[in-house]
Each structure stands twice: as structure tokens, then as C-alpha cells.
């Protein structure tokens, strides 16, 4: 493709379309190079100046859901992440369950005692020699940035909660640092601010080598969402009953029967969620 077609991110900006990089998102996704070369090759033959990136992504996954399941499941990751409100808990405890695989005891939903007010601690994360103060930030929809008030008022939180921790005697659970996870992005001032202040940041795509993006797919936590052969509706019913990861289905087959009623379906939904389970099991 000789001409550069200019496309629109979420953002609002106005960029050149970048073939690599959807071959890398495809890459991302486990596809094959001979159907990576047929879907770059479709997407090519319909670029046209201004096209967004949101149609860009809607004509890859339409043809990978129709020709690979799986890899679709696996492309739609950060959009299987958004579908996971519009609360906000289920997201905390999939913060909650990453941690996990690396190696913390957590707790999600924790009321703790600060100097001044109390605080509702989204993940408490522990190893033997720390303990940290996780808080969500979860937006479900493209577009929407983390700026620097969000980092600001964590802190504010974090030294509200340590100053009470230095006072009272015999306290074994002081907090050494705050941590705010976010499925978007932080602003540079967000970013600045938090390296100052002391604080850790995880977005959908920072720090480059453990990014949320990054460590879902080390660990092979895909969200339910991410399941192509699941209706809003059971994906839904399925939330509601706090089932929020590939492999919480896995461990609970039954309830499958629960919130899906077209007896067609269950073999394609069975092979959808093996196949996200054994690679959540790839350690």
C-alpha cells in the first residue's frame, strides 16, 4: 500500500494508519500469519482518510471471529475489559486475581482506619515484607484518561492512612505504598506526579514492561467478556453472579446451564472457554 491514509484514534487525534501495529494487535492475539495476511489485506482495500480506529478494530475482529474464535476472544481484550461495569467491582477483583499470579495475598473491598476519615481500600495486596494499598481506577469507555487529580488524591489517602498507622502502637499492617491500576491511560502530569510522590502506576499500556495489557497476557487472565460465544445478556447474568474470569468458569461448568438456555451453543462455549483456560494456565 503506497498512499498513507490519515485515521482517528478514540483520543480525537488524527494519525497515520500503522500496518505494523495491526499486525502486532493480530500477533498479540495467537492468529496464524496466512489469516493475519488476509485480514491486513481486507482492511487495506477499505482505508479511506478519517477512518476511525474504533471500524479499523470492528473489521479485524469480524473476520477473525468468523474464521478463529479464539484469537477473536483474545483480540477483543481491552474491549472485554470495558464490558466489565458499569460498577467497577468486577474489575477490582480482576486487579485483585492478577496480583495473585504474582505471588500477593489479596483482599478486595477493605475498610481501613485513616488519622482523619475512613477509607475504602479497593485491593489490599501483601507479600511477607510489604503491604500495599491498590486502588481502581475503571472507565468504560474509550478515550477517557487518568490525569493528575487521580494520583493527588490517592496520596492524599495513602498518607491519610499512614500517619494513623505511625500513631497507633503495635500496628503490623503499615501500607509502604499506594498503587493505582487504570484500564485507560495516565496524562505525563499523572505520570510525573506519581513518580515524585512515590506512588505505582499501571495502565492498559505503562510502565512499557509490565503494563495491565502485558501482564493479562503473561498470565492468560482473560475475562469473560473476551468469550465471543457469550451474548451481552449471559456475559451479564454471569458477572452478576461473580463469576469474572475465564478460569472462574472453568472451575464452575454448571453454571453455564444457569444463564445460557440455547442447548446449541454449549459446545462452541465449552471449546471458547477451554481454549482462554488452558492459556490461563500457561505459567
Known amino acids: ?3 498513507k491514509f490519515k485515521i482517528k484514534k478514540f483520543s480525537g487525534d488524527i494519525v497515520d494508519f ?3 501495529k495491526l499486525i502486532r494487535s493480530l500477533k498479540n492475539a495467537k492468529t496464524d500469519d496466512a489469516l493475519i495476511e488476509k485480514i491486513v489485506a481486507e482492511v487495506e482495500n477499505q482505508l479511506y482518510d478519517g477512518i476511525t480506529t474504533k471500524k479499523i478494530y470492528q473489521m479485524a ?4 471471529k468468523s474464521k478463529k474464535g479464539i484469537c477473536a476472544s483474545r483480540y477483543k481484550l481491552k474491549k472485554a475489559i470495558m464490558e466489565l461495569g458499569p460498577s467497577g467491582f468486577p ?3 480482576f486487579v485483585g486475581e492478577i496480583l495473585k499470579r504474582e505471588g500477593f495475598k489479596t483482599e478486595v473491598g477493605v475498610i481501613v482506619q485513616g488519622y482523619c476519615v475512613t477509607h475504602e481500600i479497593d485491593v489490599v495486596a501483601k507479600n511477607d515484607t510489604h503491604h500495599y494499598m491498590v486502588e481502581c481506577k475503571y472507565h468504560n469507555r474509550q478515550g477517557r484518561v487518568n490525569d493528575v487529580k487521580i494520583p493527588l488524591y490517592i496520596q492524599s489517602r495513602f498518607l491519610d492512612i499512614d500517619k494513623q498507622c505511625k500513631i497507633k502502637e503495635g500496628q503490623n499492617s503499615k501500607f509502604h505504598q499506594g498503587w493505582i491500576y487504570t484500564n485507560t491511560r495516565f496524562t505525563s502530569d499523572a505520570v510525573d506526579y506519581a513518580k515524585c510522590a512515590g506512588l505505582k502506576l499501571v495502565s492498559w499500556d505503562y510502565p512499557l514492561n509490565n503494563s495491565l495489557k502485558k501482564t493479562i497476557n503473561k498470565y492468560g487472565l482473560f475475562p469473560i467478556t473476551s468469550m465471543s460465544t457469550l451474548t451481552r445478556k449471559e456475559k451479564s447474568k454471569l458477572l452478576d453472579k461473580g463469576i469474572v ?3 472462574d468458569l ?4 454448571d453454571i453455564i446451564k444457569e444463564v445460557v438456555f440455547d442447548r446449541s451453543k454449549y459446545k462452541k462455549i465449552i471449546e471458547d472457554m477451554e481454549s482462554l483456560c488452558e492459556t490461563s494456565n500457561i505459567q
Open 245 to 247: 474470569l475465564c478460569k
Open 18 to 20: 500503522d500496518v505494523d
Open 91 to 93: 474489575f477490582e477483583k
Open 250 to 253: 472453568c472451575e464452575n461448568r
Open 61 to 64: 475482529y469480524k473476520i477473525l
Open 1 to 3: 500500500m503506497n498512499k
